[in-house]
Antibody
Framework: EVQLVESGGLLVQPGGSLRLSCAASGITLSSHWMHWVRQAPGKGLEWVAHINQDETVKDYVDSVKGRFTISRDDANNSLHLQMSGLRSEDTAVYYC????????WGQGTLVTVSS | QAVVTQEPSLTVSPGGTVTLTCGSSTGPVTSGHYPFWLQQKPGQAPRTLIWHTGNKHSWTPARFSGSLVGDKAALTLSGAQPEDEAAYFCLLAFNGRWVFGGGTKVTVL
């Protein structure tokens, strides 16, 4: 059974930094495109970033480019999202997802950016 | 960045049929956009129902089907059940990036 478990969500002040993690079991992350997707309170889903199998492709939605970095730790089979320069509009539940045709999703971790 | 459009809300009677659509601001939606459809119930993570226009995952109920209709991607629910009440999001690929539609809230009433 595939499990993706996100962690690292916190209350952080504007301008601050945060690192989200996604621990995987039942799936080898390095065999798949993996993504971060977020959902602001009461809003829809927004694709944030993805990384390919050999890490040669990392791309981001324009609103986070230069502030967020996606990475993967193959030894620990985990996915990460380093976030800096956080803004109030980054407040959201962050999901990791991917696998074979987006067949796997975590339960999300809440990031709140507020003073 | 492309804008993906969906109906904000639709209502369907139990046992009835409803079609949700997914359009693009850049032109017709094609198989080259690799359309996905995801279902999300309140308080839950999204779950992917349809991949690449019309392919189903093993957990996708047979009453859901995906297609291209005119210039849009479409998700048809035939024989709606109370448990199908949820938000449905389409997801399209644009030049290596992904864009979600705003979602359609489906009410079974």
């Amino acid at each position: 059974e595939v499990q993706l478990v996100e962690s690292g969500g916190l209350l952080v002040q504007p301008g601050g930094s945060l690192r989200l993690s996604c621990a995987a079991s039942g799936i080898t992350l390095s065999s798949h495109w993996m993504h971060w997707v977020r959902q602001a309170p009461g809003k829809g889903l927004e694709w944030v970033a993805h990384i390919n199998q050999d890490e040669t492709v990392k791309d981001y939605v324009d609103s986070v480019k230069g502030r967020f970095t996606i990475s993967r730790d193959d030894a620990n089979n985990s996915l990460h999202l380093q976030m800096s320069g956080l803004r109030s509009e980054d407040t959201a539940v962050y999901y990791c997802g991917g696998g074979w045709h987006f067949d796997s999703w975590g339960q999300g971790t809440l990031v709140t950016v507020s003073s | 960045q492309a804008v993906v459009t969906q109906e904000p809300s639709l209502t369907v009677s139990p046992g009835g049929t409803v079609t949700l659509t997914c359009g693009s601001s850049t032109g017709p939606v094609t198989s080259g956009h690799y359309p996905f459809w995801l279902q999300q119930k309140p308080g839950q993570a999204p779950r992917t129902l349809i991949w690449h226009t019309g392919n189903k995952h093993s957990w996708t109920p047979a009453r859901f089907s995906g297609s291209l209709v005119g210039d849009k991607a479409a998700l048809t629910l035939s024989g709606a059940q109370p448990e199908d009440e949820a938000a449905y999001f389409c997801l399209l690929a644009f030049n290596g990036r992904w864009v979600f539609g705003g979602g359609t809230k489906v009410t079974v009433l």
